[in-house]
């Protein structure tokens, strides 16, 4: 089983929808987490962090954390055609120094 | 310059070659990494420097060799590579420790190997 599932997608949808991205996880040690957006031939840059269980809200995204059922997610409203990139959910352990565990990523694309 | 700059960002090399990737960061971080990024799979850690000193190498292969003169510069070099080695090589570079989970990347260098 790998430590962090992701879907790879590719996952297409109309602007304005809402987007639902998940990770699941088998370590539970994992207390910081985190979801990157990588543009095509860009690197990844981060675009939420959340520290334990809850939610954290910036602008159209959402993230949850439900450390119960090691499950993570992002939500995208108002979704825009510049929202069409890879998404990374990531994740580390306290006393993890510098290693983070990275999902698959899930490619999306957002259609006029 | 700003951020993580890396060099060259496409290269094609067979397998008795030797080529080096360059990355630079100007953001005065004292923690570097390589990672390897192939289609369909999870970033891969490949090393990681903190103040010049590696502190990680996630058994990689010794035809891939590391190189961090200072806190700015990371090198890979790389000798007799497999047509499996091509990939997505990504340089990024944080503040010390990930406490806020922020790696700040480049561009990527996309190596094929023939």
């Known amino acids: 089983q790998k430590e962090v599932e992701q879907d790879p997608g590719p996952l297409s949808v109309p602007e304005g929808a809402i987007v639902s991205l998940n990770c699941t996880y088998s370590n539970s040690a994992f207390q910081y987490f985190m979801w990157y957006r990588q543009y095509s031939r860009k690197g990844p840059e981060l675009l939420m962090y959340?520290?334990?269980?809850g939610n954290k809200e910036d602008g159209r995204f959402t993230a949850q954390v439900d450390k119960s059922s090691k499950y993570i997610s992002l939500f995208i409203r108002d979704s825009q055609p510049s929202d069409s990139a890879t998404y990374l959910c990531?994740?580390?352990?306290?006393?993890?120094?510098?290693?983070?565990?990275f999902g698959t990523g899930t490619q999306l694309k957002v259609e006029l | 310059e700003t951020g993580v700059t890396q060099t060259p960002r496409h290269l094609v090399m067979g397998m008795t070659n030797k080529k080096s990737l360059k990355c630079e960061q100007h953001l005065g971080h004292n923690a570097m990494y390589w990672y390897k990024q192939s289609a369909k799979k999870p970033l891969e850690l490949m090393f990681v420097y903190n103040f010049k000193e590696q502190t990680e190498n996630n058994s990689v292969p010794s035809r891939f060799s590391p190189e961090c003169p200072n806190s700015s510069h990371l090198f890979l070099h790389l000798h007799t590579l497999q047509p499996e080695d091509s990939a997505l090589y990504l340089c990024?570079?944080?503040?010390?420790?990930?406490?806020?989970?922020?790696?700040?990347f480049g561009e990527g260098s996309r190596l094929t190997v023939l």
């Open positions: 959340t520290y334990s269980s």
């Open positions: 990024a570079s944080s503040p010390g420790t990930l406490n806020t989970g922020e790696l700040f």
């Open positions: 990531a994740m580390s352990s306290t006393g993890g120094g510098n290693k983070l565990t």
